[in-house]
């Protein structure tokens, strides 16, 4: 399993930054991404970085989210800034495509004033 941290209660506007550990190093060399699951809604991919470090974000965080990884320290990280009430949401890692086995527990970003 993957390993999520971060997350938190922030105003509009604000700046979160996440972070995925894979103590396994299950996730070296493969394309990774950030996934979040609103309340009611399905899981979407919001930003990966491809094996080349090519990066893909979603249209809704496209300027505002962006994605990195330190293979050597097996990391993964999401910078979240002007965040917005819609990005209130519970936020994962995982392979991309995902894989099943890895999903974690997730770390919840709230968006509110």
């Known amino acids: 399993q993957l390993m999520e941290s971060g997350g938190g209660l922030v105003q509009p506007g604000g700046s979160l930054k996440l972070s995925c550990v894979d103590p396994a190093r299950f996730i070296n060399g493969y394309a990774m991404g950030w996934y979040r699951q609103a309340p009611g809604k399905q899981r979407e991919l919001v930003a990966s970085i491809n094996g080349d470090r090519s990066l893909n974000y979603a249209d809704s965080v496209k300027g505002r989210f962006t994605i990195s990884r330190d293979s050597e320290e097996g990391m993964v990280y999401l910078q979240m800034n002007n965040l917005k009430p819609e990005d209130t949401a519970v936020y994962y890692c995982?392979?991309?495509?995902?894989?099943?086995?890895?999903w974690g527990q997730g770390t919840q970003v709230t968006v509110s004033s």
């Open positions: 995982n392979k991309k495509p995902a894989m099943p086995d890895l």
